[in-house]
């Protein structure tokens, strides 16, 4: 360890909390929203400033860390991801308070940008759950006892894995895949025990559609509360589904995803009051609707672009009417309008390509990117209002946790703590 010295709010749609709102307690912190509470939150930092530690970390990985209950939790992967780690540090000084490995025997194919150990754990103060995808998903307490395991099936696919689990008032609902075989389904937080499973149809093998076009999800569900009924939402491959949270019933579906290079889909979908706006990869469609109805919704979609998109692996987060996103394709920021799907501008940033999802605290956007540096803006739909850039010449796949004034940001090769 080195030691270096406004929320739009909708009555009959709401994001669902499942933790206290000082923990960033699973991917896009404790709603899945990429909004976090937190005040007095840096703005400027560097190698040599604002750092207060930082630790190194085994192998390169994607996941992004959360924080709850004082420990920062993250996923490693080691020998071509035949030893996957959940490691435990302590928040305040970056100590390593313990680390669990789960061995998987073979060696599994994946896409040499999507690292292995590319999954985010999720917490509930209490206890912690990775998905390790074909090695399984697991829960342990604070301490790091292992409470249970649950073998859900090897998931094959040639671009690997990524999705991760939300917790939801006693529930883990995770979306497996991608691969021959698709689900979303949900577990009891104490025991394991399944819920209720739903699986998605896949075409061919699941890798490629009946076209020889790539296929497959990557999306991480949101949990909404919808006019009083409790929904999972989720991106698959070719539609966005909308599932009972106690029966795990498809309420409605909405397609669009389906793109000319593939069906594929890697970011979670965006709330926008009763508005869902979901994105598809390889720059693919975007669809919007309003999440009413049943069964097939897609003739009341609001729009649908598929033309001229950039790449979008990291989820927008939606901000006084406005949804903002930090792009791949071509390094930039944008904001939308959700309400008819226009770019009300784009700005282009002067680092690498953005693969973690934006984060607001404090009155302020947060996206970093695979060269390690951190762009701070405003949430303004009218023009790109820089703040700062942040630089720690450290590459990484990552999307920064923020709590309590606190910034922890994962590269490849460390943890870092910014305050």
Known sequence: MNVLPGISICVAITLCATTAAEDWSAFRGPLGDGISRAVNVPAEWSEDQGVAWKVALPGKSNGSPI???NCVFLVSAEDAGRKRHLHCFDAHDGTSKWVRTVSFPKEMPTHKTNLYGGTTPAADGERVVVWHSSAGLVCYDFVGNELWKREL????HQWGYGTSPVLHKGKVILHSGPGQTVFVAAFDLKN???IWQTEEPVENDGERNDANKYMGSWSTPVVATVVGQEIVVCSMATRVNGYDLATGRIIWSCSGLRGERGDLAYTS??????????MG???GPAVAFRMEGSGDISDRRLWRKDKSNPQRIGSGVFVDGYIYMANAGVNTVECIDPTNGESTWQHRTQGGAHWGSLVYADGRLYTTDQDGSTTVFRPNPEKFEPIATNRL?????????IIDGVIYVRTFGHLYCIR
Do not use: Y
């Open 67 to 69: 924080v709850s209950a």
């Open 153 to 156: 099936g090897e998931f094959r």
């Open 192 to 194: 394991g025990d399944a």
């Open 269 to 278: 979908p965006v709330i926008a009051n009763d508005i869902c706006v979901a």
């Open 281 to 283: 990869g390889f720059k």
């Open 393 to 401: 010449n450290d590459a990484g796949n990552s999307t920064p946790a």
